[in-house]
Every structure is written in C-alpha cells, then in structure tokens.
C-alpha cells in the first residue's frame, strides 16, 4: 500500500527497545469508486475542504 500511494513509513526504535514509526501523514481523497483523486488538506478551513470535496462529488 505505501508503495501504491507513494507513501512514506519507516520503523524507527527508541532507547527502550521499543518502536514507533515515522510515516506519511496525508488525507487521500478517493472517488466513489476507490479511485485516488487528489491529496487533501486537512490545515485548510471545513468550508474549504467541503468545496474541494464538492468538486470532485
């Protein structure tokens, strides 16, 4: 999936012996049939990011 998305994840290990992870921290935007359709931001305003999501409905 990371690679079908371009997405970035990394295992990343702490002092303790444990883990956690650096990943890609991104909304995709899909179609009504799965398809990606653009990344979405969500830092914008719920009035921005309901138009964005209007344009692609």
Do not use: C, Q, W
């Not at 990343?12 to 931001?41: E, Q, S, W």
């Amino acid at each position: 999936m990371t690679k079908e998305y371009r997405a970035y994840a990394k295992k990343a290990p702490t002092k303790d012996g444990d883990y956690t992870m650096d990943h890609t921290a991104i909304v995709y935007l899909m179609d009504r049939n799965g398809a990606f359709v653009a990344p979405l931001n969500v830092k914008r305003s719920p009035e921005e990011i309901a138009a964005e999501i209007r344009r692609y409905g």
